[in-house]
């Protein structure tokens, strides 16, 4: 693009340049894109000193992780058609010290990303804070372009969600609303008969549904239960086949009804027993595919064996 900072404000007036409706909404054939969470530059050094209000004073841990996923990313053939980072960029929450630190070295390193792979951007909570306000929502926007949108990827249509507004909206109760009616019309239209129709619909966002089963407990790291009935029910009706979300900093999530629920682990700081790493989703025409690869498989050509077996598979 002609400005590199453009790949980072992508996301305008509800829609992702490049990736369009017009553009985009006829299936072509099979295709893979990177799925990837919690990059929370900070959170390493801060969870080793136990002190995970904090900022985090040092992210080198988590720049260099990025760097090598970007690399490895890169090499990839043939390429992905999009990277998409499922929230908690960086770790510190907005107006605190090191957050503008934070930002601009993870925006120096996603700009060696090769162009011809966009990136998407998740809110979640450490981006937007854990009860959002009309100010820090603006301060997202500035920085990574929408909070939620939908795009269009070789017949499939993508929407990417603000999971904050879902978990606590108290401060900035418009701006749920606002979301609430464009997600209705984005899932009626989705279900309805008309042209274009998806071959599949996949949801992005930053909190887990679920991380087991869909009537587990509320938790800090899935959705409370009533929210997340009427997400499911409505995402059902739709026919969304799978909502890709990070948060946990482990892998989990599961399939029912149809659904599959995909919990990604970090690129950044593990709270589990994975690897940093990344996750290949291979998109067919009849399924969604998706393997959980380590950095470290990444950088000797993981990905690529693994893309391959998902091809055969």
């Known amino acids: 693009m002609a400005d590199s900072e453009d790949i980072f404000?992508?996301?305008?007036?509800?829609?992702?340049?490049?990736?369009?409706?017009?553009?985009?909404?006829?299936?072509?054939?099979?295709?893979?894109?990177?799925?990837?969470?919690?990059?929370?530059?900070?959170?390493?050094?801060?969870?080793?000193?136990?002190?995970?209000?904090?900022?985090?004073?040092?992210?080198?841990e988590e720049v260099e992780l990025i760097r090598r996923a970007v690399e490895a990313v890169n090499q990839l053939r043939p390429r992905p058609r999009f990277m998409v980072l499922c929230g908690d960029l960086v770790h510190a929450m907005p107006d605190t010290?090191?957050?503008?630190?934070?930002?601009?070295?993870?925006?120096?390193?996603?700009k060696e990303t090769d162009p011809s792979?966009?990136?998407?951007?998740?809110?979640g909570n450490h981006d937007l804070g854990n009860t959002p306000t009309p100010r820090t929502h603006e301060q997202f926007c500035s920085a990574w372009g929408n909070d939620y949108f939908s795009f269009w990827v070789g017949g499939v249509l993508c929407l990417v969600l603000n999971s904050q507004l879902f978990h606590d909206a108290s401060a900035c109760p418009q701006l749920k609303e606002a979301q609430e009616t464009w997600l209705e019309e984005q899932l009626s239209r989705a279900s309805s008969s008309a042209e274009p129709k998806p071959k599949h619909v996949l949801v992005f966002q930053h909190i887990p549904l679920y991380?087991?089963?869909?009537?587990?407990?509320?938790?800090?790291?899935?959705?409370?239960?009533?929210?997340?009935?009427?997400?499911?029910?409505?995402?059902?009706?739709?026919?969304?086949?799978?909502v890709f979300s990070g948060h946990y900093h482990r892998n989990a999530g599961g399939l029912h009804d149809g659904l599959d629920m995909v919990v990604s682990s970090a690129i950044g700081c593990q709270l589990g027993d994975d690897a940093h790493g990344l996750r290949v989703v291979l998109v067919t025409d009849e399924a969604i595919v998706h393997r959980y690869v380590s950095l470290e498989q990444l950088s000797v050509g993981g990905a690529d064996r693994d893309l391959q077996e998902l091809l055969q598979g």
């Open 9 to 60: 404000l992508r996301a305008q007036h509800r829609t992702f340049s490049g990736l369009t409706e017009d553009a985009e909404s006829k299936w072509t054939g099979p295709f893979f894109f990177i799925q990837a969470a919690d990059p929370q530059l900070g959170l390493m050094k801060a969870w080793k000193e136990g002190d995970c209000e904090g900022g985090g004073d040092e992210w080198a």
């Open 97 to 110: 010290p090191f957050r503008e630190g934070q930002e601009r070295d993870l925006k120096k390193a996603l």
């Open 117 to 123: 792979i966009p990136l998407v951007f998740v809110s």
């Open 211 to 242: 991380l087991k089963t869909p009537d587990e407990e509320d938790d800090y790291f899935n959705l409370k239960r009533e929210v997340r009935q009427s997400l499911l029910e409505r995402f059902k009706r739709a026919g969304v086949k799978a």
